[in-house]
């Protein structure tokens, strides 16, 4: 080779090494950029779309779906080598769950002695009382109450001791000063726990149901025990009727069911009678339908021998609707799939796609990460209660809770999420991780109807990821393939920025109380309600009451001197058996307006008033 042509062969070797290093010391600027995550990968798109098929039946509690669901969540975990945090040293952790409610003899409707059929013409109430009343008929017209718009069924009638007729839902809204609200967005008033109340109130010995509304679809008129699971029950037998039966007790005494509705709905007055000599006699038993249900725990130990006995939790419920009998926004679909892709196989498909790389990683977090898979959250909240009453880790070393619910609809960079003021630091950490992902997130001052809100009512700090309500929410049109699978993705690197940052920070979260205004239905309360409380309902379905896991500060709740522990057993003069009834008194409330309100505290009966507050 001749000097030159070496020379030559120098000069293009050092501009390929120059080019070499310049792509190389390009490729080293652009890592250090850490663009957003990849693409989804592909294990994603499989865990939900295991969890979402019709194989899984809708995983409710009491179908076979939830179980094959359950093996294959714990199934994951064992491969990913997650340490087993559940019952007898394996992945489950096991509970009962009330199902629902199944009607048993003696049942038995009969006007002057013939017995009507059960199913056919009749079924009782998901949530009657058990037992028996016979008396006369009196039609109480929509069984409605609103003293403060001058409207009362109950007015100029007697019913005590009497069985009342009255119809489903309510009079049309004849002015903007209404109470009542156009169809399918029905006031409180129209809810059969309003009707059922204001009945026993009234002192009436019993009510029947009448719905004029499914006209023409005779099947669908009677509501299935299957959509009640019997929260503490009211102390009125209650039933339905079809429209048919109802409308012959009244022809005999020269009454036509239609035009008593018609003449209602047309006047804005109630149109209510006593019906002498029609005499019914009314027996209902109901039964409490249960079931054994799991979480799925898994657990990887902490990293520092100084903080590895501290942990945070990662949850998300893995259980939907089933068939839809419980729970379905369109009661036609009841009995078809309800696939529950985004609610919520979306969270449990990034619960375990976090589980598998936390797992992998190397160094592991300072503090032990658990990892939760909650079942009976749709029934509510019965998973994650149960852990927090008996936690496979000591709960007071727990430092967050973060909640995966409905993160499968991703759409224009944004997040809602709840509970970043239950701790000081929440706020900074989540703005600092989603600003490296491109997110944009929203914050909520409220904690949300989740699991995390069994963490926050054992003052553990808490988050909850959302992705915001859409149109196939509790529907069977909840499906795997319209789910956001790079959105999941970017999620989840979201929640594992942010769990890494709080396992791994020397001084651990303190827990604060929400702020004195929630929004939304977070503390219990409708959205639509006026009125506030400020009291932080426990949704334990087992109290006879409604239990207090807290109140807000500065409200009026706990203006009135109510706290933690509290049982409300009366409000505003009204019987409180359970959260429902307490909803409906407050909707029924303006702000302003003092309340005098009862709650047994360590045994005792305790009586306080409250001045209600305008929703913020």
């Given at each position: 080779?001749?000097?030159?042509?070496?020379?030559?062969?120098?000069?293009?070797?050092?501009?390929?090494?120059?080019?070499?290093?310049?792509?190389?010391?390009?490729?080293?600027?652009?890592?250090?950029?850490?663009?957003?995550?990849?693409?989804?990968?592909?294990?994603?798109?499989?865990?939900?779309?295991?969890?979402?098929?019709?194989?899984?039946?809708?995983?409710?509690?009491?179908?076979?779906?939830?179980?094959?669901?359950?093996?294959?969540?714990?199934?994951?975990?064992?491969?990913?080598?997650?340490?087993?945090?559940?019952?007898?040293?394996?992945?489950?952790?096991?509970?009962?769950?009330?199902?629902?409610?199944?009607?048993?003899?003696?049942?038995?409707?009969?006007?002057?002695?013939?017995?009507?059929?059960?199913?056919?013409?009749?079924?009782?109430?998901?949530?009657?009382?058990?037992?028996?009343?016979e008396g006369e008929l009196v039609f109480a017209g929509y069984g409605i109450t609103a003293k403060d718009y001058g409207y009362d069924d109950y007015e100029g009638i007697d019913v005590k001791g009497k069985i009342v007729i009255v119809l489903r839902y309510e009079p049309p809204p004849k002015d903007d000063k209404s109470p009542f609200r156009k169809a399918p967005q029905y006031?409180?008033?129209?809810?059969?726990?309003?009707?059922?109340?204001?009945?026993?109130?009234?002192?009436?010995?019993?009510?029947?149901?009448?719905?004029?509304?499914?006209?023409?679809?005779?099947?669908?008129?009677?509501?299935?025990?299957?959509?009640?699971?019997?929260?503490?029950?009211?102390?009125?037998?209650?039933?339905?009727?079809?429209r048919r039966v109802v409308a012959r007790w009244l022809e005999t005494r020269g009454v036509a069911l239609a035009a008593l509705k018609e003449k209602i709905d047309q006047a804005g007055r109630p149109a209510s009678m006593a019906l002498p000599g029609v005499n019914i006699a009314l027996t209902v038993?109901?039964?409490?339908?249960?079931?054994?249900?799991?979480?799925?725990?898994?657990?990887?130990?902490?990293?520092?021998?100084?903080?590895?006995?501290?942990?945070?939790?990662?949850?998300?419920?893995?259980?939907?609707?089933?068939?839809?009998?419980?729970?379905?926004?369109?009661?036609?679909?009841?009995?078809?799939?309800?696939?529950?892709?985004?609610?919520?196989?979306?969270?449990?498909?990034?619960?375990?796609?976090?589980?598998?790389?936390?797992?992998?990683?190397?160094?592991?977090?300072?503090?032990?990460?658990?990892?939760?898979?909650?079942?009976?959250?749709?029934?509510?909240?019965?998973?994650?209660?149960?852990?927090?009453?008996h936690p496979p880790l000591p709960l007071t070393s727990a430092k967050a809770m973060l909640n995966l619910d409905m993160v499968g609809r991703l759409r224009d960079d944004r997040v809602t999420v709840f509970g970043t003021r239950s701790a000081q630091e929440l706020h900074g950490i989540v703005a600092e991780e989603s600003g490296k992902l491109g997110l944009e997130i929203r914050e909520s001052d409220g904690i949300g109807r989740s699991d995390n809100l069994s963490f926050y009512n054992k003052k553990i700090p808490v988050l909850h990821f959302f992705t915001g309500a859409h149109a196939d929410y509790h529907r069977p049109t909840d499906t795997w393939d319209k789910l956001n699978y790079d959105g999941m993705n970017r999620i989840g690197a979201l929640v594992l920025g942010i769990a890494r940052r709080i396992a791994n920070t020397t001084e651990p979260l303190q827990f604060a109380a929400l702020p004195t205004r929630l929004s939304g239905n977070e503390a219990g309360e409708v959205p639509a309600f006026r009125t506030y409380l400020g009291s932080i309902p426990d949704y334990d379905g087992d109290t006879d009451g409604v239990k207090l896991a807290g109140v807000s500060p500065g409200s009026p709740a706990a203006r009135a001197g109510l706290r933690e522990g509290d049982v409300i057993i009366q409000f505003g003069g009204a019987k409180i058996q359970n959260i429902e009834d307490l909803m409906g008194q407050l909707s029924a409330k303006k702000p302003g307006d003092e309340v005098e309100i009862v709650v047994l505290r360590a045994g005792l009966t305790r009586t306080v008033k409250a001045t209600l507050a305008a929703r913020g």
């Open positions: 080779m001749s000097q030159k042509v070496k020379s030559v062969f120098r000069r293009n070797q050092a501009a390929t090494l120059t080019c070499c290093l310049v792509l190389l010391t390009r490729l080293y600027a652009s890592a250090l950029e850490i663009p957003g995550p990849p693409t989804a990968p592909d294990s994603l798109r499989a865990h939900a779309r295991y969890l979402a098929s019709d194989e899984l039946t809708g995983r409710g509690v009491d179908t076979a779906g939830i179980k094959l669901a359950r093996d294959y969540i714990a199934r994951e975990f064992a491969r990913y080598g997650l340490r087993p945090g559940g019952d007898n040293g394996g992945y489950l952790q096991s509970f009962d769950v009330v199902t629902g409610v199944r009607v048993t003899q003696p049942a038995q409707l009969s006007v002057g002695g013939a017995p009507l059929a059960l199913h056919d013409d009749w079924v009782p109430l998901g949530f009657s009382a058990s037992g028996k009343a006031s409180n008033h129209a809810t059969l726990r309003a009707k059922v109340n204001n009945a026993r109130e009234h002192g009436a010995a019993a009510l029947i149901l009448v719905d004029l509304h499914h006209e023409g679809a005779e099947q669908r008129e009677l509501i299935s025990t299957r959509r009640s699971l019997l929260r503490g029950g009211n102390s009125l037998v209650a039933a339905q009727a079809k038993t109901l039964e409490e339908m249960r079931e054994r249900a799991d979480n799925v725990v898994g657990i990887i130990p902490g990293s520092d021998p100084r903080l590895k006995d501290e942990h945070i939790v990662i949850g998300a419920h893995y259980d939907h609707l089933g068939f839809g009998h419980y729970g379905t926004v369109d009661s036609s679909t009841e009995g078809e799939v309800h696939h529950g892709a985004d609610d919520n196989a979306s969270g449990t498909a990034v619960l375990l796609q976090m589980a598998e790389q936390l797992a992998r990683a190397d160094p592991k977090p300072a503090r032990t990460t658990v990892f939760a898979a909650f079942s009976g959250e749709e029934l509510g909240l019965y998973g994650s209660r149960h852990y927090t009453n």
